[in-house]
């Protein structure tokens, strides 16, 4: 059982900058594939960005590319999500994923991940 724990949201000025991390609870770290994933209120939780278990290979979606950037550290079981010009469409619950059953295998779909964290808010005001 791999317990996922967020950090680093909190309420941020559209152009502004944030970055979450997610601190996996297995030494294992790099045998799972990671992504974050958000969901803002009245919307179905969507993909945001995924990341292989050695961090070599991404996928973003196309709203937040050339913005936001997934990257690990394996060595501390974590993996961050660097968000830059952020923007008010951006705000939601942001959480992080992982998936059990692959470390190179990259998913956009949730229910393709395994493990959740209970989530970090992201407010980006106007």
């Known amino acids: 059982q791999v317990q996922l724990v967020e950090s680093g949201g909190g309420l941020v000025q559209a152009g502004g900058s944030l970055r979450l991390s997610c601190a996996a609870s297995?030494?294992?770290?790099?045998?799972?594939?990671a992504g974050w994933f958000r969901q803002a209120p009245g919307n179905e939780r969507e993909f945001v960005a995924t990341?292989?278990?050695?961090?070599?290979?991404?996928i973003y979606v196309d709203s937040v590319k050339g913005r936001f950037t997934i990257s690990r550290d394996n060595g501390k079981s974590t993996v961050y999500l660097q968000m830059n010009s952020l923007k008010p469409e951006d705000t939601a619950v942001y959480y992080c994923?992982?998936?059990?059953?692959?470390?190179?295998?990259?998913?956009?779909?949730?229910?393709?991940?395994?493990?959740w964290g209970r989530g970090t808010q992201v407010t980006v005001s106007s």
């Open positions: 297995v030494r294992t770290f790099s045998r799972y594939v």
């Open positions: 990341i292989s278990g050695n961090g070599r290979t991404t």
């Open positions: 994923a992982a998936d059990g059953d692959t470390s190179w295998l990259l998913s956009r779909r949730d229910q393709d991940y395994d493990y």
